[in-house]
């Protein structure tokens, strides 16, 4: 049998993919789109703590320090030289601007000297292709035991994304619905400042959600004019809301006091129903694209992706097996990047230029 040069080349490879779309720089090496060779990940949220949210100039300071630092480590961790790199993946898009050129002009500079093919990676994109990674040697990771079969439905929910696609084959999607103001983990991280909670919020009001009562009170879902469109707005302010009715204010108590006014009991209240609320808000809507569209399979992506609760509902919900990521693989990441670097390249999809791929913050699916 004669296989086709080009095939043979095509079907076994190792991509590096580079990512800095916020406050992680990282890197991944991922071999033939499911083999997790390297992970490694700097945050500089530290820097961000004090501030309750992401400081874009701070974060793009952070990436130039830590680049080239972190890309070396991945290369150490895989035990991999660049002649054993077939191509660069990047995440040019959605994200901080300042941010996402550190990361842009360290791979084009990267795919020119060591000349290597560049792939532009949409970063939305890229959390869903970390659903791919089935094994890996790396200690630590606990990976799903098989690759998502399509038509795969995708729920994506992270600080910037609230979305749901529809996957038919790889390159082939529709968008569904999305958030048509706050993301839920941006929801999340705002009722978590509202009750004095750190930044990030989701994982410390997950935290602090099993010690309230998750039926307290009750919050509005919201009703959209797109059946799979979101809303987490109205659900952040209603909190606002009954967390100033809790202390006997009105609305015009400011929000900042609020961690001062509560008592324990009451923020851990505010923690639980909150999560409920918003996690079955997403599982809702995930749940009726299930029935509306019978995939093969569900993943979800992205940083909420590692909350148990949505876990938990879903896997209780719905009617087939779902499989989970390891959550380090859920938040930002190198890896997630390389894996979608690797179907391009395995699917033929075109090259980015390494002398003028442009970053695009606003990027869409
Ligand atoms: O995907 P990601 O790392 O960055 C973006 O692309 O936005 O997601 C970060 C978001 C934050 O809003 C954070 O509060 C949320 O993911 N998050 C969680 C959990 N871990 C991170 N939300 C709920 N439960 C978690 N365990
Ligand atoms: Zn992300």
């Known amino acids: 049998m004669h296989l086709h040069p080009c095939s043979a080349m095509i079907s076994r490879m190792i991509i590096l993919g580079i990512e800095s779309s916020c406050d992680e720089t990282a890197c991944g090496i991922v071999r033939d789109g499911n083999e997790l ?6 945050s500089s949220m530290d820097q961000h703590v004090q501030y309750g949210g992401i400081v874009p100039e701070v974060a793009a300071r952070s990436h130039i320090e830590v680049i080239n630092g972190v890309i070396e480590e ?42 290597k093919p560049l792939y532009g990676i949409n970063h939305v994109e890229g959390h869903v292709y ?11 990771y606990v990976l799903p035991g098989s690759a998502p079969e399509f038509p795969c439905l995708a729920l994506i929910v992270s600080g910037g994304h609230s979305q749901l696609v529809l996957f038919r084959d790889h390159f082939d999607y529709t968008l569904l619905g999305q958030t048509q103001d706050d993301a839920v983990g941006e ?6 400042k509202m009750i004095g909670l750190p930044y990030p919020g989701g994982p410390s009001v997950g935290k602090l959600a ?43 108590f400011p929000s900042r006091l609020l961690p001062e006014a509560l008592s324990e009991a009451q923020k851990a209240d505010i923690a639980a129903v909150f999560q409920r609320v918003a996690i079955e808000t997403v599982a809702d809507k995930t749940i009726q694209a299930f029935e509306e ?26 009617p087939i097996e779902i499989n989970y990521q390891d959550p380090k693989l859920c938040t930002d990441n190198g890896a997630m990047i390389a894996t979608l670097g690797c179907y391009k390249m395995q699917k033929g999809q075109p090259t980015a230029d390494p002398y003028s791929l442009e970053i695009e913050p606003n990027l869409s699916m």
């Open 37 to 42: 060779l390297a992970n490694a990940v700097f």
């Open 210 to 252: 099993p010690s309230g009562d998750a039926h307290a009170f009750t919050l509005p879902k919201a009703k959209m004019p797109g059946k799979y469109d979101f809303s987490f707005s109205g659900v952040k302010t209603a909190v606002l809301r009954h967390a100033q009715a809790m202390c006997g204010k009105d609305f015009t």
């Open 130 to 140: 970390a659903n791919f990674l089935t094994t890996t040697s790396l200690p630590g």
């Open 293 to 318: 569209f019978s995939p093969a399979s569900v993943v979800i992506a992205g940083g909420v992706a590692s909350s148990p609760e949505l876990r938990r509902q879903l896997k209780e919900r719905l």
């Open 74 to 115: 991945a290369l150490t961790q895989a035990r991999l030289s660049w002649d054993d790199i077939d191509g660069i993946a990047v995440t040019y898009g959605a994200g901080l601007g300042g941010c996402l050129l550190v990361g842009v002009m360290t791979a084009r500079t990267l795919a020119i000297t060591k000349d």
């Open 187 to 192: 929801a999340f991280d705002k009722v978590a």
